[in-house]
């Protein structure tokens, strides 16, 4: 199998529902997404994608998150936007954006240099 790996990153402030300490008061974060797909086969070029496109992929999903405040987007809405949420979402849409040849192995979230939540199927 190849594995790729492409890093990007967003900001954007969140407070937690239901969160007994600091993080239920309103505060932001520097968000780092990595994701990670793979692939037993390669393009023409001796590609799985393009790492361009892998990152534009995943910068369009993160377009909607940059500089919001996340409780007031969908599906935050509704539930948490915590670092496990928030690499679940990513996941799922990038799967669906990604040709059927390429599965997303892994999308890690940070939330600080030190916490980070990944989601993977
Ligand atoms: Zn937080």
């Known amino acids: 199998m190849y594995e790729l790996i492409v890093e990007t990153s967003f900001s954007a402030a969140h407070n937690l529902r239901?969160?007994?300490g600091a993080c239920e008061n309103l505060h932001g974060h520097n968000w780092k997404v990595e994701v990670r797909v793979i692939s037993n086969e390669l393009d023409r070029v001796g590609m799985v994608i393009d790492f361009k496109r892998l990152k534009g992929e995943t910068n369009k999903i993160i377009e909607a998150l940059d500089h919001k405040y996340l409780n007031e987007v969908p599906p935050f809405?509704?539930?948490n936007a915590t670092a496990e949420n928030i690499s679940r979402l990513i996941h799922t849409k990038l799967?669906?954006?990604l040709s059927p040849a390429i599965k997303v192995a892994r999308v890690t979230v940070w939330e600080s240099e030190n916490a980070a939540a990944?989601?993977?199927e």
Do not use: F
């Open 95 to 97: 799967k669906e954006s």
């Open 77 to 79: 809405d509704r539930e």
């Open 18 to 20: 239901g969160y007994n």
């Open 118 to 120: 990944a989601y993977y």
